[in-house]
């Protein structure tokens, strides 16, 4: 973060009278999709355009995309060491790091991301000191919820022993090797290679992000369900956030909010939503809608995932995982 000083003088009293101040905050805000992604164009572009707007210009926010700044999987401790002063960030990237957090990996639970991003937020800012101590919490960002899309028709569990996987996420890793599958662990800027070189044979995307990440013509077969999220979450460096002024540290607690958060999800969960009618409509991709009884299967395959949390977390597993539910049910977003 840089700290810019107010002009003085003569130069300070034109400002004032023209009604605008001086850039007093430059943050670099650094992600890992490419810059015409929804999470930047409906998302990111349009919070900062609102922080920038409530503070009279006195912050400034620099976005660096792509992995301009660091790996994908690095940008939780390029937020804790300052490397960028705001960083979005995907936990699941770093499986066992987040145990109470990877809550939201299991599959099953939420229904749409909207609601989700506002009660993860509910559920999970009271927690966030507890794991994730040396940053700041600011926001929850889950996708549409997303499900297997793959060369080979997937049906049932049974479908995947056998295949090479990209998982979204530690959780979804550890569901692929349950079901006798092999994890390709690479994270989503580097998916596409991985399915077009061979070595995956599937991957756990959101529907649009096929299309984003250019998959679309080497994943023909899609199960139409809506089957797990990922969900990143906007971080600030402590130090950064401590050095701001009094006043600029209240106008960024503005925007770290669950509404915030409901709000930074909506357009980038229209957009992905959108793939699926997409697919639909082209003719050249295959949907597969599972039974009630291959629903249940899915369910009963994904059940031990729950049990090894509960294992992971230890004593308050239980209260913590309530509390998710009812976040979930006041957002009308529980699957």
Same mark, same amino acid.
């Given at each position: 973060?840089?700290?810019?000083?107010?002009?003085?003088?003569?130069?300070?009293?034109?400002?004032?009278?023209?009604?605008?101040?001086?850039?007093?905050?430059?943050?670099?805000?650094?992600?890992?999709?490419?810059?015409?992604?929804?999470?930047?164009?409906?998302?990111?572009?349009?919070?900062?355009?609102?922080?920038?707007?409530?503070?009279?210009?006195?912050?400034?926010?620099?976005?660096?995309?792509?992995?301009?700044?660091?790996a994908a999987p690095d940008h939780y401790d390029m937020a804790r060491d300052g490397i960028a002063d705001i960083t979005y960030t995907n936990p699941g990237y770093q499986a066992g790091r987040f145990p109470i957090y990877s809550l939201i990996e299991i599959p099953f639970q939420t229904k749409n991301a909207t609601g989700g991003a506002?009660?993860?937020?509910?559920?999970?800012?009271?927690?966030?000191?507890?794991?994730?101590?040396?940053?700041?919490?600011?926001?929850?960002?889950?996708?549409?919820?997303?499900?297997?899309?793959?060369?080979?028709?997937?049906?049932v569990p049974a479908d995947i022993s056998g295949l090479n996987v990209r998982p979204a996420h530690a959780t979804m890793s550890r569901f692929v090797s349950l079901l006798g599958g092999g994890p390709v662990?690479?994270?989503?800027?580097?998916?596409?290679?991985?399915?077009?070189?061979?070595?995956?044979?599937?991957?756990?995307?959101?529907?649009?992000?096929?299309?984003?990440?250019?998959?679309?013509?080497?994943?023909?077969?899609?199960?139409?369900?809506?089957?797990?999220?990922?969900?990143?979450? *906007?971080?600030?460096?402590? !130090?950064?956030?401590?050095? =701001?002024?009094? %006043?600029?540290? #209240?106008? /960024?607690? @503005?925007?770290?909010?669950?509404?915030?958060?409901?709000?930074?999800?909506?357009?980038?969960?229209?957009?992905?939503?959108?793939?699926?009618?997409?697919?639909?409509?082209?003719?050249?991709?295959? *949907?597969?809608?599972?039974? !009630?009884?291959?629903?249940? =299967?899915?369910? %009963?395959?994904? #059940?031990? /995932?729950? @049990?090894?949390?509960?294992?992971?977390?230890?004593?308050?597993?239980?209260?913590?995982?309530?509390?998710?539910?009812?976040?979930?049910?006041?957002?009308?977003?529980?699957?």
């Amino acid at each position: 973060m840089k700290i810019r000083t107010l002009m003085a003088g003569a130069m300070a009293g034109a400002l004032a009278a023209g009604g605008a101040f001086a850039q007093e905050v430059t943050l670099r805000l650094s992600h890992w999709v490419p810059p015409t992604h929804p999470i930047q164009t409906m998302g990111i572009e349009p919070w900062v355009q609102s922080l920038t707007e409530a503070s009279g210009g006195r912050i400034g926010v620099t976005i660096f995309p792509a992995q301009q700044l660091g790996a994908a999987p690095d940008h939780y401790d390029m937020a804790r060491d300052g490397i960028a002063d705001i960083t979005y960030t995907n936990p699941g990237y770093q499986a066992g790091r987040f145990p109470i957090y990877s809550l939201i990996e299991i599959p099953f639970q939420t229904k749409n991301a909207t609601g989700g991003a506002q009660a993860l937020h509910e559920w999970y800012a009271p927690l966030a000191e507890t794991e994730m101590a040396d940053v700041k919490f600011c926001l929850a960002n889950p996708h549409d919820p997303g499900t297997f899309h793959s060369k080979n028709p997937i049906k049932v569990p049974a479908d995947i022993s056998g295949l090479n996987v990209r998982p979204a996420h530690a959780t979804m890793s550890r569901f692929v090797s349950l079901l006798g599958g092999g994890p390709v662990q690479v994270p989503a800027p580097e998916a596409r290679e991985a399915i077009a070189n061979g070595t995956a044979d599937a991957i756990t995307f959101p529907w649009n992000s096929i299309y984003i990440f250019g998959i679309d013509s080497a994943t023909k077969n899609h199960l139409d369900m809506p089957f797990y999220i990922s969900a990143q979450l *906007l971080l600030i460096n402590k !130090d950064t956030y401590n050095g =701001m002024p009094e %006043d600029l540290r #209240a106008i /960024l607690d @503005d925007h770290c909010t669950p509404e915030w958060s409901r709000r930074f999800s909506e357009g980038w969960a229209a957009n992905e939503a959108g793939g699926r009618q997409k697919m639909i409509d082209s003719g050249e991709h295959t *949907l597969y809608a599972p039974t !009630d009884e291959e629903v249940q =299967m899915w369910r %009963d395959a994904a #059940a031990p /995932l729950l @049990d090894q949390w509960r294992a992971d977390v230890g004593a308050d597993a239980q209260a913590i995982y309530d509390s998710y539910m009812e976040a979930l049910d006041r957002n009308d977003a529980r699957f």
